[in-house]
């Protein structure tokens, strides 16, 4: 099987990341895609970091009736921060007949040398990475593969900041996930 893991915070999970795995998911021959939620991006601190508990039930209820994507917990029983290159290995040894790529977002391509062993994701796996506005792909490799579709100028800071000043975000997020946020009262 081949498989496509989109690592992120998902603090929210919002439409433009269903929009790139579901295009990347179409463009390629990949079977699944995987959202893996990471519960500290070793990169970035926030305090605006809600429980990895909250993050992964909307992914969960965001991707529920899409029977190639799955959400995965696998970071949660990891040491902190989170480690790509970490959890790429450990699920490697765990399912060693799967193939296995990952997709960024170009932003985070932008910052890829300071990722740990970053050769070494780039030698064992495929990166499809997805444009985003403003950020422009300047890193070329054999293993990087630029995705050409539309840009998508949303953003999980835009929307918390927003849920934060009472302004709709509806239509920026799968209803489902608009509810859960509403009923537990999430970045208030
Ligand atoms: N609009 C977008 N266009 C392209 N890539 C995106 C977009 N939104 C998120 N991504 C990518 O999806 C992955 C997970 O992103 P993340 O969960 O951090 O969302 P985010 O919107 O960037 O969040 P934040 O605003 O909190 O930094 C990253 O690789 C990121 O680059
Ligand atoms: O492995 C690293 O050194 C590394 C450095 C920065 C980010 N990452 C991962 O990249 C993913 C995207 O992060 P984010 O916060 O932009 O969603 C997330 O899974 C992080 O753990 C990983």
């Keep these: 099987m081949k498989i496509g893991l989109f690592f992120g915070s998902f603090n ?6 269903l929009i790139i795995a579901e295009t990347i998911y179409d ?17 970035k601190k926030r305090k605006s970091l809600i429980h990895e508990f909250d993050r992964l039930r909307m992914v969960e209820l965001a ?4 029977f190639h994507f799955r959400a995965s917990d696998v ?7 989170s480690y ?19 997709f960024l977002g170009s932003d985070n391509l932008k910052q890829f040398k300071k990722w ?8 064992h796996y495929q990166v499809y990475v997805y444009p985003r506005p403003g950020e422009k792909v300047d ?12 840009l ?5 800071t835009f929307i918390r900041e927003a849920i934060q000043q009472e302004r709709s975000v509806r239509y920026l997020l799968p209803d489902a996930v608009v509810d859960y946020i509403r009923d537990k009262k999430l970045y208030f």
């Design 27 to 43: 463009r390629t021959d990949l079977d699944e895609v995987w959202f893996v939620v990471s519960p500290q991006n070793p990169l």
């Design 12 to 17: 929210p999970i919002h439409l433009g990341h």
């Design 75 to 81: 970071e949660f029983h990891m040491p902190r921060p």
């Design 84 to 102: 790509t290159i970490d959890t790429l290995t450990y699920l490697s040894e765990q399912y060693p007949k799967h193939n296995f790529s990952i």
């Design 139 to 150: 890193f070329s490799h054999p293993s990087i593969i630029e995705v050409d579709a539309p």
């Design 63 to 66: 991707i529920e009736d899409n």
């Design 116 to 123: 740990k062993n970053y050769e070494q994701i780039l030698e």
């Design 152 to 156: 998508l100028d949303i953003s999980a």
